[in-house]
């Protein structure tokens, strides 16, 4: 019986073509996937954030329906209105002057105001609460991802009264 040889094999290491080729690849994938990529955490802070304002929204309808009012006109040069707005939705009535589902919105809610265009806020219209897109001028309550809400409920001063309770 003749004996073949065996077949000879070349090393089992990448060729150079073969190197450059996987790493084009690699690069042409990276510069597609990394703009896309980026955007994704802007467009999810922005879904957060318009679900915020939705949640905000839903308490004013709330509030007006208890208390057959809005809260407060908007103005439109300060925040002052949105924080009247937001105090009124925290606001838990007394026993003697009960509303039902107060608070309307979490009394441990507490932006802080902003004009900065690169940050998103709410703004109140007068209607409603309306979401400011980053590069938007207007004054607001910042957004801030979660970091708006305190440990502790709002302390509200002694004698407040909602806007638009009575």
Not at 57 to 73: D, E, G, I, L, Q
Not at 89 to 97: A, E
């Amino acid at each position: 019986m003749k004996h073949h040889p065996a077949p000879v094999r070349g090393s089992a290491a990448f060729s150079l073509v073969e190197i450059v080729v996987v790493v084009a690849i690699i690069g042409v994938l990276s510069a597609v996937a990394i703009p896309v990529f980026s955007n994704l955490h802007g467009a999810s802070e922005k879904a957060v954030a318009s679900d915020h304002v939705e949640a905000l929204n839903r308490a004013v309808t709330n509030f007006s329906h208890t208390c057959w009012k809005f809260p407060t006109a908007a103005n439109a040069s300060s925040t002052d209105d949105e924080f009247a707005v937001v105090r009124s939705l925290q606001y838990k009535f007394p026993v003697n002057n009960l509303k039902p589902g107060s608070p309307f919105f979490d009394p441990k809610y507490d932006p802080q105001p902003s004009s900065n265009s690169s940050h998103l806020r709410i703004r109140w219209n007068g209607i409603g609460f309306e979401l400011l897109g980053w590069g938007q001028s207007g004054t607001g309550l910042r957004y801030h991802n979660g970091e708006d809400f305190k440990q502790t409920p709002y302390s509200f001063p002694s004698g407040y009264q909602p806007e638009g309770s009575n």
